[in-house]
DNA sequence: CAAAAATAATACTAAAAAGTATTTATTTGA
DNA sequence: TCAAATAAATACTTTTTAGTATTATTTTTG
């Protein structure tokens, strides 16, 4: 399961993508108030999506944070990623240690073949799930989905 | 991702479905030694999995843990369920909230149609994958695969 | 029946994740 | 140019997960 942090870090993007239009920027207080996350640590998260250009801040009167890059570009992927680490996608299931795929470099777990099916489903979901895409999905919904 | 806790309670159930032949019981140091997992750690576990009655266990002299019914009917999803609650397969992807899955009774998330997809392969593979299945895979490659 | 071998139970410590508080730096606009 | 508004940085606290240590209980066997 993602961590507490990487669930408000899509969240955030996801709230970014949609309601900051063509680059203006939303204070951190009214993002952290609108989804309901304590501000200063959405404000530790935002930071660092902006060291890794997920995301642009501006300070100052009418600063805030807005996208670093165009909306389709950003896949959930690249999120979890940045905060919980590519060990979230590559780890072993069963074991602390990673788990080779083939038996030359070391031993596959005993469910690694059994796993490997729904490992790849969940590596294309997150990598073909974009923001832009997530936002498409809610046009026509907005008030019956929850952020 | 599953915790260690949930990790370590698989494997020593693989390891014993595979090496407690009919109802005799291995010691906790054994398991643990062989698994490479601390001692007093498992031992806490497996008292766990005695009380759901997954696993049977004797104290005294030739005493020790074994599986508590056959493995054909201990699935994935039954230790998971012990472990880490049933909230890992029915939490949100992105919210700390449930979500639903109709509008009726509060709102899915933005992800939630996209999701649902994997996460039902997901619920297959842990509900369908039982201790006997992941042994019987196995047969014939015991020392090319990591327990 | 006593001693030894084992699990069971309980209480404690360490590390990581989650969250809070405070201070600093930057930008804008009056 | 100064004050206000904002993000950035840093340090701290709380909670949860992971792991350790100790003691009690049960069972077998000499």
């Given at each position: 399961?993602?961590?507490?942090?990487?669930?408000?870090?899509?969240?955030?993007?996801?709230?970014?993508?949609?309601?900051?239009?063509?680059?203006?920027?939303?204070?951190?207080?009214?993002?952290?108030?609108?989804?309901?996350?304590?501000?200063?640590?959405?404000?530790?998260?935002?930071?660092?999506?902006?060291?890794?250009?997920?995301?642009?801040?501006?300070?100052?009167?009418?600063?805030?944070?807005?996208?670093?890059?165009?909306?389709?570009?950003?896949?959930?992927y690249?999120?979890v990623k940045?905060?919980d680490g590519e060990d979230f996608f590559k780890n072993?299931?069963?074991?602390?240690?990673?788990?080779?795929?083939?038996?030359?470099?070391?031993?596959?777990?005993?469910?690694?073949?059994?796993?490997?099916?729904?490992r790849n489903?969940l590596m294309?979901f997150y990598s073909?799930?974009?923001?832009?895409?997530?936002?498409?999905?809610?046009?026509?919904?907005?008030?019956?989905?929850?952020?």
């Open positions: 399961m993602l961590s507490n942090t990487c669930k408000y870090a899509i969240r955030a993007l996801i709230y970014l993508g949609k309601f900051s239009e063509n680059g203006e920027k939303i204070g951190i207080k009214k993002i952290a108030g609108d989804l309901d996350i304590p501000t200063p640590f959405l404000g530790k998260i935002l930071q660092n999506l902006v060291k890794q250009k997920i995301l642009s801040s501006t300070k100052g009167p009418n600063g805030g944070f807005g996208l670093g890059k165009p909306a389709e570009e950003i896949s959930l690249d999120i940045t905060i072993c299931l069963i074991s602390l240690e990673p788990c080779s795929t083939n038996h030359a470099n070391g031993k596959p777990c005993a469910v690694h073949g059994r796993f490997s099916e729904v489903e294309e073909q799930t974009s923001i832009a895409k997530i936002i498409g999905d809610m046009k026509g919904h907005e008030e019956l989905i929850k952020l």
